[in-house]
């Protein structure tokens, strides 16, 4: 067997080290997903309204979000605020404002997908049934809505997670920023750990993200 | 006689500049059953929901003992709460148990507390024969099981007038009965109802007066032994007509 250098991860406090890094990354992107959820339903909400003013300008804070990269806006809120508006944001919270814009974003779109989706129907028999528009949403169309948002969103938080690597750009020193640290110091006497390193990344990538799918999965089963 | 349950003047329903109901003035009194009949397209189903103002109208009023029932009315929901709708596709809530969607309304809605609903609605369930489906899903009940859960929803809030909307156009056969004996059961109590239907057999078994409704317009009104046997405008008899079948081919 080769030499993938997993020793460098024994040496000192590396192991602690790159579990802290993932810390950092699983903080930044639960952080934004919890924000993106709550958020992205208000705004899918807000997407249905026929209203041409508030179409307008979601449809285009929906497009903003996909045509720019992640790590551009990352800049922009890093660097840029510090420049025009001489705020010192932290990194970590750098990040978090910007998943959470480009979260809610995506989660909105896919809110508002799952609420049109609902049958005109189920509207009527709920009003028929003396509901103001208020509950209808809150015991109709929400739990509903929530249902069909499952195997959707989780395959937007788990993109959430692994997006959370460019954040290392701004100077956060995540799973993987510290994964190149070990590396780099080790450079000459452990010259293969890069591909040790990197693998026991990808493996805690897998773990953080697969017990969401397991959830999602039973989730959907319950509620079928 | 106390007053009428609900009195219609003169409603006027268009879609965009295509009149469908045209000055329909109908009266409901307490314990009446109205069965709505005419052919496809002729308004009955528009005019059961501007009964329940799912459908804003454009001349006319319609008032449940005195209130008026409109879209634009600021107590509408609580309006509703006294008219029960039967939609013909049922319309349960799929992600609640049958118990839930029952007493959902009474005990969100009405406020009533969740034991004596939950009593109300099991009684109810156990008289439709599906006492034992109160924790099933809607997912798991067959056609004719859905259609009377959703009586029974609209039952437990406790309506002063009922309205069922073609509900067994979306059943098999076998499964009309069984929906069918269940209204007939309720007219038997004194329910107020209008039942709009394709099912002549059963309307007559059913009204105490029928309405024809043809092109929006009330073409006759009458008792249903009346109706069927005798009806007094060609229209009426050319429509009853399509519901029986003739051989014209001779045996060779």
């Known amino acids: 067997m080769p030499d993938l250098g997993l020793e460098v991860l024994l040496k000192g406090k590396n192991m602690a080290r790159i579990l802290g890094g993932l810390g950092v990354a699983l903080r930044i992107s639960l952080l934004s997903v919890m924000i993106s959820i709550f958020a992205g339903i208000l705004m899918g909400m807000l997407m249905t309204w026929k209203n041409p003013i508030s179409r307008a300008l979601t449809r285009c804070y929906l497009e903003v979000v996909r045509i720019m990269p992640q790590m551009v806006l990352l800049f922009l809120v890093y660097f840029g605020t510090t420049r025009i508006f001489g705020w010192n944001l932290s990194g970590e919270l750098s990040a978090v404002i910007v998943f959470s814009f480009w979260g809610t974003a995506e989660m909105g779109?896919?809110?508002?997908?799952?609420?049109?989706?609902?049958p005109v129907h189920q509207y009527e028999s709920a009003a028929a049934l003396g509901m103001t528009s208020g509950q209808i949403y809150r015991y109709i169309v929400l739990p509903q809505t929530v249902r069909r948002l499952i195997p959707l969103s989780i395959n937007l938080i788990t993109r959430m997670i692994k997006t959370t690597s460019l954040v290392l750009m701004i100077g956060v020193v995540e799973v993987l920023k510290v994964a190149q640290q070990i590396i780099e110091a080790n450079r000459m006497n452990s010259p293969n750990a890069a591909f040790g390193v990197y693998l026991t990344v990808f493996l805690l990538y897998f773990i953080a993200c697969w017990p969401i799918s397991m959830l999602a999965g039973a989730l959907e089963k319950r509620w079928r | 006689m106390s007053d009428p349950v609900l009195e219609i003047k003169h409603l006027v329903k268009r879609f965009g500049d295509q009149t469908v109901l045209k000055d329909i003035t109908l009266t409901v009194e307490e314990g009446e059953v109205i069965v709505v009949v005419g052919p496809s397209g002729c308004g009955k189903s528009t005019?059961?929901?501007?009964?329940?103002?799912?459908?804003?109208?454009?001349?006319?009023?319609?008032?449940?003992?005195?209130?008026?029932?409109?879209?634009?009315?600021?107590?509408?929901?609580?309006?509703?709460?006294?008219?029960?709708?039967?939609?013909?596709?049922?319309?349960?809530?799929?992600?609640?148990?049958?118990?839930?969607?029952?007493?959902?309304?009474?005990?969100?809605?009405?406020?009533?507390?969740?034991?004596?609903?939950?009593?109300?609605?099991?009684?109810?369930?156990?008289?439709?024969?599906?006492?034992?489906?109160?924790?099933?899903?809607?997912?798991?009940?067959?056609?004719?099981?859905?259609?009377?859960?959703?009586?029974?929803?609209?039952?437990?809030?406790?309506?002063?007038?009922?309205?069922?909307?073609?509900?067994?156009?979306?059943?098999?056969?076998?499964?009309?009965?069984?929906?069918?004996?269940?209204?007939?059961?309720?007219?038997?109590?004194?329910?107020?109802?209008?039942?709009?239907?394709?099912?002549?057999?059963?309307?007559?078994?059913?009204?105490?007066?029928?309405?024809?409704?043809?092109?929006?317009?009330?073409?006759?009104?009458g008792s249903p032994d009346q109706f069927f046997e005798e009806p007094k405008t060609e229209r009426a008899k050319e429509f009853l007509k399509t519901f029986t079948f003739e051989r014209k081919r001779s045996r060779v």
């Open chain 2, 47 to 221: 005019l059961l929901r501007c009964i329940n103002a799912l459908e804003e109208i454009q001349g006319g009023e319609i008032r449940l003992k005195g209130a008026e029932v409109s879209k634009t009315s600021s107590n509408l929901a609580k309006i509703r709460q006294r008219i029960g709708m039967v939609f013909q596709s049922y319309e349960l809530f799929p992600h609640l148990s049958v118990l839930d969607n029952i007493i959902l309304a009474p005990t969100k809605v009405q406020k009533r507390s969740k034991e004596e609903a939950k009593e109300e609605a099991l009684a109810l369930l156990s008289r439709v024969g599906l006492r034992e489906k109160a924790d099933s899903f809607p997912r798991q009940l067959s056609g004719g099981q859905k259609q009377r859960v959703a009586i029974v929803r609209a039952l437990c809030m406790h309506p002063e007038i009922l309205l069922f909307d073609e509900v067994t156009a979306a059943l098999d056969p076998e499964m009309v009965r069984e929906v069918l004996d269940v209204i007939l059961g309720l007219a038997d109590q004194g329910k107020t109802m209008i039942i709009v239907t394709h099912e002549m057999q059963f309307a007559r078994a059913v009204a105490d007066r029928v309405i024809f409704l043809e092109e929006g317009v009330i073409k006759e009104e």
């Open chain 1, 109 to 118: 779109d896919l809110v508002r997908g799952a609420l049109i989706s609902i």
